[in-house]
């Protein structure tokens, strides 16, 4: 993930901050295993144990989003340690296999509060943030809105919000965006407003943020 700046944040230092972003998978499976598979422990506590083996570890945990998702899991790392945990969102209508909800109920007010209450920030898909228009294929009005409103929402619960996944191929952007992806990460982090992006092309990112530090400091 990439995260950017605003006007207000040390946008040079940000820049050049390394994280870990990794993605616990399957913890329910894991956990349903065998105990003597892992030694009696939870999954979360052998990826736990192994971040903390390699030097993550007190304040430098600070440096790791862990992202999942499942909810139990996040929940149960939030209680040990200051790992910086993030609620994947999956299709709307699928089934979490935690929790036996489907993933629609994170979009929600309600769901925001819950994850407010053990993460760090919330990771839908970015169409699910503001959805396209399904007759002009653009991000118009009423996309721009619907974002806005999400990303409030998590930021009034304490959330950072960085949808998944951005993409340089023009059938992956809206009509309006002209087929310039520049055009994509200016609506979703300047119009909408969210806190960082996963994408399958960095240097696209990254340049965009370079882009974001020159006009914030000019």
């Not at 993030?86 to 994170?106: P, Y």
């Not at 399904?134 to 974002?147: E, I, K, R």
Request: charged residues 25%.
């Amino acid at each position: 993930a990439d995260v950017f700046p605003s006007a207000s944040s040390q946008t040079s230092r940000l820049l050049g901050k390394t994280c870990l972003y990794p993605e616990i998978k399957h913890t329910t499976w894991h956990n349903s295993l065998s105990a003597s598979l892992w030694d009696n422990k939870r999954f979360e506590d052998i990826v736990l144990d192994l971040l903390r083996e390699n030097g993550y570890d007190g304040e430098r945990m600070e440096r790791v989003y862990m992202q999942s998702f499942e909810t139990t899991d996040l929940q149960y790392m939030s209680t040990r340690s200051r790992i910086r945990l993030i609620q994947l969102v999956d299709e709307m209508d699928m089934v979490q296999a935690d929790t036996n909800r489907t993933f629609a109920h994170f979009m929600t007010e309600q769901g925001l509060r819950d994850v407010g209450e053990y993460a760090y920030g919330i990771s839908p898909n970015k169409n699910d943030i503001a959805p396209v228009n399904a007759t002009s294929g653009s991000m118009d009005s009423t996309s721009l809105a619907h974002g806005k409103t999400f990303v409030q929402n998590a930021h009034k619960n304490g959330l950072k919000v960085h949808p998944w996944v951005f993409r340089n191929e023009y059938e992956f952007l809206a009509w309006n965006f002209g087929q310039d992806p520049y055009n994509e990460y200016k609506f979703f982090v300047e119009d909408v407003g969210i806190d960082g992006v996963f994408t399958d092309f960095p240097e696209t990112a990254v340049r965009y943020a370079e882009l974001m530090v020159h006009s914030c400091t000019s």
